[in-house]
């Protein structure tokens, strides 16, 4: 019996670039499985030479989901560099724009990118089997999506000036302020995307209770997990410490200042893929995998600090306090909504959010600067060098979704195993490999600053390279 | 594919209607989008038509795009192929002019398409030099190497933007175009017209 | 003068009336028809390059520039056929493909950027020429600016800008055909440049993002924001500034190009250190370095003022005041004790009986010799700096330097005399090179006060009678002659003043000078008498050396938040308006010496 490769080629309902190769063993076994990612930019190379004022617009541009994200991981950076401590209202903004993100992307990831498999059925019509397909067959659950979603761009768009790559953090605070009736405005909006969220929770926590057995074991395995805490431990989504803890839930590292991030977290790279493989240091490759998101941050955190999405945790961790169920990632994705929703109504009813005083000088002081959030994907690192008149010197970028390179290939590998038995592909197969990486909910653009996308071909070759069997998208 | 069953109706047959049947329903225009080297941000923009996408959705079809879940067994030959992103490797070249080859219009959606914008950046470095910062020198790279895998496609030494690989027949800047401007292009289209663009719907950034 | 003829023409249909020897351009702007300009600037010498500003004359098959081609009389001018529209646009498409116009990371976009304007006023989505990607330099070592080459449209307005309005000629243009690139000095940098003044008008007149400022980038689009005229206080000049905006905070400084006294120019005082330089400010009272209320503050002050006989008490004022505050002090002097405004080195004498050199600014220009006698007007005074070298560099003046040390001016100089004696050969030789010069313009700075300076303006006046020289004298310190107009004696050496007399309370009127008033305490004599008094106020905005050695430190309001009048050195009144509320609890310097000493 020859060895063969199975090739996806590419993955769809991600953001990116990517194929998946899966190598079957001579009994036809899945021997390992990889997951591609195809695209490079180089945004570590070409920052280089330019103001650092620039950078808060330039590295957004990595990413057309989370471009807020990187707008503020990147202003934090440059503050870090201007050694100031930025207003009070600026944090609040910045921290409020980030919320209106986690909504959005968030919603995109489950209602766009996700709900059509859960609520069309995985081996559905694949022609029907998106949001288009969604909003003609189930319009009502479709609507709340997008709406949901929309609250979110809304929010960014009130609060930063655009949906889209807003120019708003700058180094030392942020350019706009938030005026009365735009404050006023959002306040109202929020009973409405509560709801939505409280939907798409029920109907999530629904299709576990349905799914149970499948959902408990879809791209399961142990890993170490990396969040950002408060100083108490909450979960933390804009500023605070770095935490790791273990499959138990133990912790490994805490309270990191994120400009020690070097210390614990270091790179490989394969000659196979564009995105590198982030490890934890003390942990050696590959055995310091860790993962990183929504499901991350929920085993990494002691509670949150709102009360709805803390009751909504309790009941996520009622089975077993620590979950590793690539599958759990959606519900703790709408768990994160929910607290998205009740800081940024904290911050909105905050007397001080509509003050003018939101800046102060841009003076580059220091050569170095790190800037660290949790983006709705996980956790992002931006890393300057500048030099005294604030040119660029260097760049280290450590994206979200480059966290869980490691992970979401062990997801691969599990989904792989369980649903690729026969030589003979199904399409459904193709799906739920697919599928585990979907609820990585990666940013492929972001992970190799970097963007894509191809339609699926799979292909069945045996060893010499003949093709034994095709299913193209 | 699973089929919905047919429900026998308990109800008389209804008798013929006296007017003749009504015309059938315009066919969808047929649309292909795709993102290369760019952030998705212009699909992004797409997306933020909100409720219009669902009268979008009344007369067109996408039967091919990063957002949908389509199979089918080639490219498939469409109206409008929608392009967001410059070519920066060979994989994406070779996809652009497939589907150029089968859509009868193509738009150039986005800064990275028409211009090159970020990902261009790179096009004043040597290509070597941008690998070799990512993948040797970055501070926190522990196991280094250049990714030369045959699965992972080869980098052009500049990044260009689609009109310098395949004819382009609109033109949509922004980074992002705004969803109101994609969405009076796309408008003008269906109505049969070319769309104008100047400074009141239009933005280079 | 005789008063210029007047023409008309028609353009694009309408009937248009201008003056003889004006160019199709202005004579078409004054008429309110629009032609699409970039490389074109009023008050800079039309360079004909960018090619937008093209028009067709009726009669003629040649398409010329009408920023640079005189208007005729009856001619049949059209802007806007289909022809030129094709061929702008064609323009604007090369310039776009020439070089990296990225506009997602620029600071110019999203309305201050020329280009960006006229190609989507064009309704360019697209080009026809592939993009050439040059990799092109990005020097950020100017302190203040930054610029980059990627976006450079060879507009030259930087070079004719540093040229003629700043009159240092740092920039110019290199190389040749698709190599042209804009160059600092020799090719160097503007951080090694020992020519650039830091000026800034290059960068605002920049209509791209190739120059653009550091301190305020991304903070606010000018094209957005709030603008409102004010004078600059931090000279004798009184340029007239445009404040830009926005919420709380003030993004940008330019010249007011209506003022007569600067015409929009500005030197890297007023145009940068009156915003960009990060300070900190002072908005609460100070108790011994810890915040109070105002109640508590005066209290304090009061009980100290109170427990000191009138001849115990000493009012330093700075001589940047305005001129209401100047009245107030005036009015209260009976109640405070002495007081003195605190001037700089020979400026006494120099500023104590007010002479102003009434349309100096407007006059300079037209000389034809300039005799700068103990003043050094590129260090203090920017504005007059460029007048000068302007003068002499484009209008052919000549410039005689007496008494005065090494400055940027030298090289324009055709007698420089740091240290001038009294052998007559030598004065001769100035006789004889002043002979002819009908316009003699004599620019004094404070040095012209001492023995040497006196020696010399007396042999400089010999030798100018009869030729009705401009005499021009530009104080260092701005608003000082108001004040000695309004009683408040100038003092040069603050040491020996405070001494004269045991101070038990010492008032110290800083305002918004931005050293905070640390200054003073470069005398190591003032410092003494500080620790001798009994109690020291400081009235300023911002933190020093000065305001740490203060009993109370008062918080008083900036440049753009004082409501009054200043009066420059030709004699203007001119109005210094509040730009923006005043910030936190600080309060207008007559406000708080009402509160003091009523």
Known sequence: MTSNTILINPVTRIEGHAKITIHLDARGEVDDARFHVVEFRGFEKFCEGRHFTEMPNITPRTCGICPVSHLLASAKACDAIVGREIPRTAKMLRELTHMGQIIQSHALSFFHLSAPDMLLGWDSDPLKRNIMGLVEQQPAIAVKGVRLRKYGQEMIKTVAGRKIHPDFPVPGGVNKALTIEQRDTMLAGMGEAFEHAKFALDLLKGYHAANLAEVEDFGCFDSNYMGLVQPDGALELYDGNIRFCNAKGEIIHDQIPPSKYLDYVGEAVEPWSYMKFPFIARLGYPHGMYRVGPLARLNVCSHISTPLANAELKVWREKRRVQSSSFYYHWARLIEVLYALERAKQLLEDPQITSTDILVPNEPVNPEGVGVVEAPRGTLIHHYWVNKDGRMEKVNLIVSTGHNNLAMNKGVQHVARKYVKAKKLKEGMLNRVEAVIRCYDPCLSCATHAVGKMPIVVELMDADGTVVDTLRK | MSKTPVKKSTKKPAAKPAVAAAAPAPAKVKVATMWLSGCSGCHMSFLDLDERLVDLSKLVEILFSPIVDTKVKDMPYVDVGIVEGCVNNTDQEHELKMLRERCKLMIALGDCAVTGNVPALRNQFALKDCLIRAYEQAESNKICCIPNDPVVPKLYPKARPIGEVVKVDVSIPGCPPDADTIWFALTELLAGRMPQLNEKNMRYD | ?598
């Open chain 3, 1 to 598: 003068m005789i008063a210029p003829k007047k023409i008309t023409l028609t353009i694009d249909g309408k009937l248009c009336e201008g003056d003889a020897g004006q160019t199709i351009l202005e004579i078409a702007r004054n008429n309110g028809v629009a032609i699409p300009t970039l490389c074109y600037m009023k008050h800079l010498t039309p360079w004909g390059g960018c090619r937008l500003c093209i028009v067709e004359i009726e009669g003629s098959p040649k398409i010329v520039p009408s920023c640079t081609t005189p208007a005729m009389e009856g001619s049949k001018v059209n802007t806007k056929t289909d022809r030129l529209v094709s061929l702008r646009k064609a323009t604007l498409e090369l310039l776009f493909s020439e070089r990296n116009h990225f506009c997602p990371m620029c600071q110019l976009n999203k309305g201050d950027c020329g280009l960006q304007h006229q190609g989507l006023a064009h309704g360019i989505t697209g080009i026809r020429y592939p993009y050439l990607y040059p990799a092109m330099p990005i020097d950020v070592t100017a302190k203040y600016f930054g610029m980059d080459q990627n976006r450079c449209i060879l507009c030259t307005r930087c070079v004719r800008t540093c040229d003629e309005q700043e009159g240092v000629h740092t920039l110019d243009v290199a190389k040749r055909g698709i190599k042209n690139q804009i160059v600092v000095d020799m090719n160097g940098t503007f951080g090694e440049s020992t020519t650039c003044t830091q000026c800034g008008a290059c960068v605002a007149n920049c209509p791209t993002g190739t120059l653009f400022d550091k301190a305020n980038a991304f903070r606010g689009q000018l094209a957005s924001c709030q603008q409102v005229l004010t004078t600059c206080t931090e000279c004798s000049v009184g340029c007239g500034l445009k404040v830009f905006t926005k919420e709380s905070r003030v993004v940008s400084v330019w010249g007011d190009p209506d003022s007569p006294v600067n015409k929009g120019h500005l030197c890297v005082k007023g145009r940068y250190q009156t915003w960009a330089d990060p300070r900190e400010r002072i908005i609460t009272p100070l108790i011994k370095g810890k915040p109070a209320t105002w109640k508590e503050a005066l209290a304090a002050v009061r009980k100290a003022s109170d427990t000191a006989k009138k001849a115990e008490r000493a009012l330093l004022v700075a001589p940047r005041v305005t001129n209401e505050t100047a009245q107030t002090i005036a009015k209260l002097a009976g109640k405070i004790g002495r007081i003195a405004s605190y001037v700089g080195s020979n400026e006494a004498a120099f500023v104590a009986k007010p002479e102003h050199s009434a349309n100096a600014m407007v006059k300079l220009p037209d000389a034809d010799a300039i005799i700068i006698i103990g003043g050094q007007p590129s260090r203090d005074n920017g504005v007059v700096a460029a007048t000068i070298r302007t003068t002499v560099r484009k209008r052919g003046a000549k410039l005689f330097i007496f008494l005065a040390p090494k400055t940027n001016l030298d090289q324009y100089a055709d007698v420089i005399a740091p240290t001038p004696g009294q052998e007559e050969s030598f004065w001769n030789d100035v006789a004889a090179k002043l002979a002819g010069f009908q316009r003699p313009a004599v620019v004094c700075g404070p040095d012209v006060t001492t023995a040497d300076g006196k020696a010399v303006l007396a042999r400089i006046a010999k030798m100018l009678h009869g030729r009705s020289p401009l005499m021009v004298g530009v104080p260092v310190s701005a608003n000082a002659m108001s004040l000695a107009c309004s009683g408040i004696v100038p003092v040069e050496n603050v040491g020996a003043w405070l001494a004269e007399k045991p101070v038990k309370f010492l008032h110290i009127v800083a305002s918004d000078a931005p050293d905070g008033g640390a200054r003073l305490l470069e005398d190591a004599a003032v410092a003494a008498q500080l620790k001798k008094a009994g109690c020291v106020v400081v009235q300023a905005s911002y933190k020093s050396a000065l305001t740490d050695a203060a009993t109370v430190v008062l918080p008083a309001a900036i440049w753009c938040e004082k409501t009054g009048t200043i009066t420059n050195f030709e004699g203007r009144q001119l109005p210094v308006r509040p730009v923006l509320a005043v910030a936190g609890e600080a309060r207008e310097d007559g406000t708080i010496l009402e509160s003091v000493f009523a």
